[in-house]
């Protein structure tokens, strides 16, 4: 193997205070204050620990929890603190459309409002999920490919739509 660029590994990396972040999970914490009827979740603790330690340490952790053990906090709470602690952008991969749009609809501005968090977030889907404009200016030089009718008028209402889009 040739290495044409070593690979960057950024200096001075500053860990994260656990404790300081596990006390937004317990009670007096930012989200217990912030969210009625709100539970401690030893599990979701733990998990967080374990987020922020892999983090720390630089490894990978592999975690494994139930339904309703808190599990989108205990992810985000780290990789946010991460992220802004060490000006590096983390990326949280899901396996469902719909996780992300709780994530970005509802955990994070949770998270800006109740924590006072400066940070961005972006939602990418993926590429299933995205007009390939190359297929549909194919589509567009082939019409013959399709059958007359709904189909034809969804293909038409596709070509409008991409005239207005990013």
């Given at each position: 193997?040739?290495?044409?660029?070593?690979?960057?590994?950024?200096?001075?990396?500053?860990?994260?205070?656990?404790?300081?972040?596990?006390?937004?999970?317990?009670?007096?914490?930012?989200?217990?204050?912030?969210?009625?009827?709100?539970?401690?979740?030893?599990?979701?603790?733990?998990?967080?620990?374990?987020?922020?330690?892999?983090?720390?340490?630089?490894?990978?952790?592999?975690?494994?929890?139930?339904?309703?053990?808190?599990?989108?906090?205990?992810?985000?709470?780290?990789?946010?603190?991460?992220?802004?602690?060490?000006?590096?952008?983390?990326?949280?991969?899901?396996?469902?459309?719909?996780?992300?749009?709780?994530?970005?609809?509802?955990?994070?501005?949770?998270?800006?409002?109740?924590?006072?968090?400066?940070?961005?977030?972006a939602l990418l889907k993926g590429r299933g999920n995205y007009l390939c404009r190359?297929?549909?200016?194919?589509?567009?030089?082939?019409?013959?490919?399709?059958?007359?009718?709904?189909?034809?008028?969804?293909?038409?209402?596709?070509?409008g739509w991409i005239k207005t889009t990013t």
């Amino acid at each position: 193997m040739r290495v044409v660029v070593k690979a960057f590994r950024p200096a001075g990396r500053k860990p994260l205070d656990l404790r300081k972040l596990e006390g937004w999970l317990r009670p007096g914490g930012r989200l217990a204050d912030g969210i009625p009827a709100y539970e401690e979740r030893p599990q979701q603790i733990a998990m967080l620990g374990a987020v922020g330690e892999a983090f720390n340490t630089d490894s990978i952790a592999v975690i494994e929890a139930g339904t309703g053990t808190g599990k989108s906090m205990a992810y985000l709470l780290p990789s946010i603190a991460w992220a802004l602690r060490n000006e590096e952008k983390v990326v949280i991969a899901t396996g469902t459309i719909n996780l992300q749009e709780q994530l970005i609809e509802k955990d994070l501005p949770l998270l800006h409002r109740l924590g006072g968090l400066k940070f961005e977030a972006a939602l990418l889907k993926g590429r299933g999920n995205y007009l390939c404009r190359r297929k549909a200016d194919y589509a567009r030089a082939h019409p013959d490919l399709f059958d007359a009718g709904e189909k034809a008028a969804q293909l038409d209402q596709i070509f409008g739509w991409i005239k207005t889009t990013t």
